[in-house]
C-alpha cells in the first residue's frame, strides 16, 4: 500500500532533534522508557513536513535530502500519508506502553494536541502562508509569534515531555526547549542564506528569493547569530538544576546553532 | 483567522450521525454526559470530508449543501483545517471533561486513532482512490472492506464509544453500529443514483460517471436495497439487550435507508 511506504520514507533520516529531547529529558529525570513518546512526536513533525511540502503548501521538492512525499508518490497519497501519520502520534502516545499511567498518557495526547493545533503550529504555519501575500513584511515580534507556533510549539513539548513521563516538574525543561527552539529556527534562516541544498537536504535561498521577512533580513546574518547564541546560553542557563547530567543536552544546543544541515 | 473560520464551516451541518450514536449509546448505557467524544468524532468526521473534498483527492465543490473548504477559501487552508480538525479531535477525547477517568479517555484516544489511522478510515480512502485507476472495477467483498476501512470504523467506534464512557460492555452497541454504518454506505450509493443534490447537498451521480464499482453497480438497485433494509434489522437485533431504552437508535437504523439527503 503506497500510504504505508510513504509514511516510512517521511520518518526516514531529519535530525530526530525532538525524539532525542524526549527520550533525553526522560533520562536526566529518571523517567521511564520514553521510546514511545519520542516516536509520537517524530511521526507528528513528520507528518506537519508532509503537509507542509504540498504544492498549495511551501510546494517544496526535497527533503531530507530525498524527494519529498507528493513528488515520489502523489499528492493524495502525501495527504493521506500526513494525515495518518498524525493519527499515529496520537496513537502511539495512548498505548499502555507510553507510560503505565493513563493519567500521563491523557495528559500528554492533550498537551500535544494543544502544541500542535489550530492555537499552535497550524496557527504558525496559517500565518507563514498569510505573510506571503500580506503587503508588508512582517516585524521581529511577529516573525517570533509565527514561530513560536510553526516549529517552537513542538519543541517545547518535547523538552517538557520526558520531565511529564517521569512525574518530574516540566518548567526547567520546558524552558530550556523553548530557547532552544527559538535558537534553531534562527540558525535555519542562517543556513538558508549561507548552506548549501547538498548539506541541508532542502532547497535554499528560498526565504530571501521568495522576500519574506526573516531572523536574517531583520536582524542581518551578524545580528541573527549572536541572537542565536544568546539563546543557547539562555538554553543552557535553564539546565543549571540537573548539573553534569545534562551534559548532553548542553551538546544539542551548541550543535543547534554549528550545525551545517 | 480563515482557518479558524473554515474548521468552523466544516463542522456547520451535516446529520451529526456520528455524535448522536455516542450521546445516544451513553444515554442507553446509564453512563456520563458525552458530550466531549461527540464532539471529536464530528471533528474528525469533518477533517476527512475536508481532506477527501480536495482537488488531489475526490475534488469535491459542494458539502452539505455548501461550498467545500477549499472552494470557499483555498486548498492551504483546506489542508490546515482539516489537520487541524483532526487534532482537536484527539484534544476533546483528552481534556478532564471528556471522562473524570484517565483511562476512559486514554482508551477512547487509542481507539478513535485506531479507527481513523493507516489501518482504518485513511486505509479505506487509499483503497478507494487505488479503485479509480485499477484495471478492473472493484467486487463486492473488495467494496465492503473499502467501506469497512473508509465509514465503517468511525461508525462502530461512535457505537461502541457510549459504552465505553458508561463502563458498560460495548459489543452490542458496536455490532449495532457496524451494521447500520454498512447499510448507511449502501444508501449512500443508492441516493448517488436517485438523489439530486438539492437534497443530498452534494454531487450526486459521480460514481456512475466514473465508471466506479458501487454497491448499486454490483448488487443492482434493488438488491443493493433489499441488502440495505436486511442490515437495519441486524442492527435492530443486536439492541435487544437494551428493550424500548433503544427506540431512538431503532428509529435511526430506519432514517438511514429512507432518508433523502
Redesign the interface.
Known amino acids: ?4 511506504h510513504a ?1 516510512r520514507h517521511a520518518v526516514t533520516g531529519g535530525k530526530r532533534l525532538r525524539g532525542f529531547l524526549v527520550i533525553e529529558g526522560a533520562r536526566i529525570c529518571d523517567g521511564p522508557d520514553a521510546t514511545h513518546a519520542a516516536a509520537a512526536i517524530e511521526a507528528l513533525h513528520a ?1 506537519s513536513l508532509v ?1 507542509d511540502d ?1 504544492p ?2 511551501d510546494d517544496d521538492d526535497l527533503r531530507r535530502g530525498q524527494p519529498t512525499v507528493h513528488v515520489r508518490w ?4 502525501a ?2 500519508a ?3 501519520l ?3 502520534a ?2 502511539l ?3 499502555p506502553k507510553a507510560h503505565p499511567d ?2 500521563i ?3 500528554l ?2 498537551s500535544l ?2 502544541a ?3 492555537e499552535g503550529m ?2 504558525g ?2 500565518l507563514d ?2 505573510a506571503e501575500s500580506a503587503a508588508h513584511p512582517l516585524g521581529l515580534s511577529e516573525i517570533e509569534a509565527l514561530q513560536a507556533g510553526k516549529t517552537g510549539a513542538l519543541i517545547e513539548w518535547s523538552g517538557r515531555a520526558g520531565a511529564v513521563l517521569a512525574g518530574a516538574d516540566p518548567a526547567p525543561l520546558g524552558a530550556y526547549a523553548r530557547a532552544l527552539g527559538l535558537a534553531f529556527q534562527i540558525a535555519d534562516d542562517v543556513l538558508d542564506v549561507e548552506g548549501s541544498a547538498e548539506a541541508t537536504g532542502k532547497a535554499v535561498g528560498k526565504d530571501a528569493g521568495a522576500g519574506k521577512a526573516t531572523f536574517v533580513s531583520l536582524l542581518g546574518l551578524d545580528g541573527a547569530k549572536s541572537r542565536a547564541a544568546t539563546l543557547v546560553e539562555e538554553a543552557c542557563d535553564a539546565l543549571s538544576p540537573y548539573g553534569a547530567r545534562a551534559d548532553a543536552l548542553r551538546d544539542c544546543a551548541a550543535y543547534v546553532i554549528a550545525r551545517q544541515s
Open positions: 500500500m503506497p500510504v504505508h509514511m507528518y503537509h504540498l498549495a503548501m502523489d499528492e493524495a497519497t495527504i493521506l500526513g494525515d495518518a498524525q493519527t499515529l496520537f496513537e502516545l495512548a498505548r493513563p493519567a498518557r491523557a495528559a495526547v492533550l494536541a494543544r500542535a493545533g489550530q497550524v496557527m504555519q496559517a502562508i498569510a
